[in-house]
Structures are given as C-alpha cells and as structure tokens.
C-alpha cells in the first residue's frame, strides 16, 4: 500500500511544483486506494499471502491480541482466524484513514487552487515582461503604490521570493 503512495509523497516534496498537478496527482492515487477499499478482502489475501510467506522465512509466528467481553482500550473486533482479525482491525482501518486523509488534503488543495485561479486573470505570469512592454519605471510604481495603498512586489524574477522587493507604504525618495 505505501508503495503506491511513495510516488506521490516523492511528487509533493518538490520546491517547485504546480498546484494543478498535485491535484491531480492525490485525486489519482486517492482514486487508487479506493477501489482497493473497495476490493479489500481481494487484496487482504494476496497481502497476507505475501506476508505470510515472509514471515515463514524470517521464522515470526503469527500471534493475535486477546480480546475480551468488555474491552474499551483497543479495537475488539471478534474473528475466527488470524487472517480475519488483521483484516478487520489493522487493514480496513487503515486504508479507511489514509483514504479520508488524503481527501481531506486534496479539498484544501482544491479549494486554494479554485481561489488562485479565480484571481488568475488579474495578476500578469511574468510582471516584469508586462512592466518592460508598458514601460513603467520604479517611480511611478511608487507613484501608483502611494496612491492606491496597494503592496507592489517587483524584481528579476517575479516566480522566485528571495529576489522580489516589497515596497513600503510609505512615500519613497528616488
């Protein structure tokens, strides 16, 4: 299971990733851990057939907490085998909140993506492309600045913040 989500969280650690595209990046393995939900018992086979394999190798025996009438500390979930207590209690359980995690993260990417391209149209990608074209010098932007009480940002590179130049509210001298 972590190895669908290693892609993702390698994909999210990026300085330089587009909003869009991590979107759409944990909707897709969001998706994914879904149908996996869904097919639980399908899967919960092959898994502990899988780790079961290991286990015979490493020499682990399989042992499975007690469980008792009136247990309020730990999930008491009645099985009748082993396969059937991990399922109930350690796998289901955790694709369920890895799943609603992961859904809660993308509604908050969803919602500042929605927010930062309603505003797209008004905020030019490349200011300083713009500010050579309409030939607009740094007084007149203070000018403007003073005038409009607006925080104009300006630099080499208007994507990078260690280049930008934020502009005081206050009157400047050139």
């Not at 350690?90 to 919602?111: G, W």
């Not at 030019?124 to 309409?134: D, N």
Request: include cysteine.
């Amino acid at each position: 299971m972590l190895s669908t989500t290693h892609n993702l969280s390698e994909k999210l650690k990026k300085k330089k990733i587009d909003l869009s595209q991590a979107i759409e990046n944990v909707t897709s393995v969001s998706d994914l851990l879904s149908k996996q939900r869904v097919n639980a018992n399908d899967n919960f086979k092959f898994l502990y057939a899988q780790v079961k394999e290991i286990a015979a190798k490493l020499g682990i025996k399989e042992e499975i907490p007690r469980v008792c009438r009136l247990q309020t500390a730990r999930n008491n979930v009645s099985y009748s085998a082993g396969k059937e207590y991990y399922r109930r209690a350690v796998y289901v359980p955790y694709l369920d909140d890895f799943c609603n995690s992961l859904n809660a993260l993308n509604l908050t990417r969803k919602q500042l993506h929605l927010y930062n391209t309603s505003f797209q149209n008004f905020v030019p990608k490349h200011i300083s492309i713009h500010w050579k074209l309409l030939s607009i010098s740094k007084k007149e932007i203070c000018h403007i600045k003073r005038s409009c009480k607006v925080s104009l940002c300006c630099g080499k590179k208007s994507g990078v913040r260690k280049n930008l130049k934020i502009f005081p509210k206050q009157p400047l001298v050139l």
